[in-house]
């Protein structure tokens, strides 16, 4: 597509459900990332997938934190037994290529609320 | 690990330039990035400095001191469209992922 698309926009849900978010990059984009933001801050790092290679996950704060890229295309991020805490949106970033001048691109993101 | 610094808010008026500094403590680097977010939108990708020096693109401008552990993006002609918040973003020792800062939010009064 012509830009990175995530689903839902926004997504509240009861403490304790698990919650599904998906990414869909830039078509020919090889590198996925995943970032979440609270309110007001900076942008935390999860996850990030590149190629076929087993992806980085040196980001995600818990076990209870997954995420998987199918055919190298879609991602989707499963937060299970959802906290208070968990609140954020979840922000999904593609680029080109890693590294040097190749920025990423974001999509609009994930409002997730956990109530 | 990583750690990057930047001032929480800067004001300035329409016309004017400001600069917004970013250090950074690292493990490793490959090069710094500024991103730009309004409120309620995402990221977007504004510069990349790779080598000391200056980098421009219109308006804007973005330094690096690798030397100094030092960046600073310099917005000129501020525009009330400019009001934003401004990332700086390092770049890993892996070369593979950007660390961000914690953001300066630029206020753009008339």
């Known amino acids: 597509g012509a830009g990175v698309s995530q689903s839902p926009s926004n997504k509240v849900t009861e403490k304790g459900k698990d919650v599904e978010l998906r990414c869909d990059p830039i078509?020919?984009?090889?590198?996925l990332y995943w970032y979440r933001q609270s309110l007001g801050q900076g942008l935390e790092f999860l996850i990030y997938f590149q190629g076929n290679s087993a992806p980085d996950k040196s980001g995600l704060p818990s076990d209870r934190f997954s995420a998987e890229r199918t055919g190298g295309s879609v991602s989707t991020l499963t937060i299970q037994r959802t906290q208070q805490e968990d609140s954020a949106v979840y922000l999904c970033?593609?680029?080109?290529?890693?590294?040097?001048?190749?920025?990423?691109?974001f999509g609009s993101g994930t409002r997730l609320t956990v109530v | 690990g990583q750690s990057l610094e930047q001032p929480s808010e800067v004001t300035a008026v329409e016309g004017a330039i400001v600069q917004i500094n970013c250090t950074y403590q690292?493990?490793?680097?490959?090069?710094l990035s500024w991103y730009q977010q309004h409120d309620g939108g995402a990221p977007t990708f504004l510069s990349y400095?790779?080598?000391?020096g200056l980098e421009e693109t219109g308006r804007f401008s973005s330094f690096l001191s690798r030397s100094d552990s030092y960046g600073y993006l310099l917005l000129q002609e501020l525009q009330m469209k400019d009001s934003a918040s401004y990332f700086c973003a390092v770049l890993d020792n892996y070369g593979q992922n950007f660390v961000f800062g914690p953001g300066t939010r630029l206020s753009v009064l008339p």
């Open positions: 690292t493990s490793g680097f490959y090069g």
């Open positions: 078509s020919g984009h090889t590198a």
């Open positions: 970033a593609s680029s080109f290529l890693t590294g040097a001048g190749y920025g990423y691109t």
């Open positions: 400095n790779g080598l000391d």
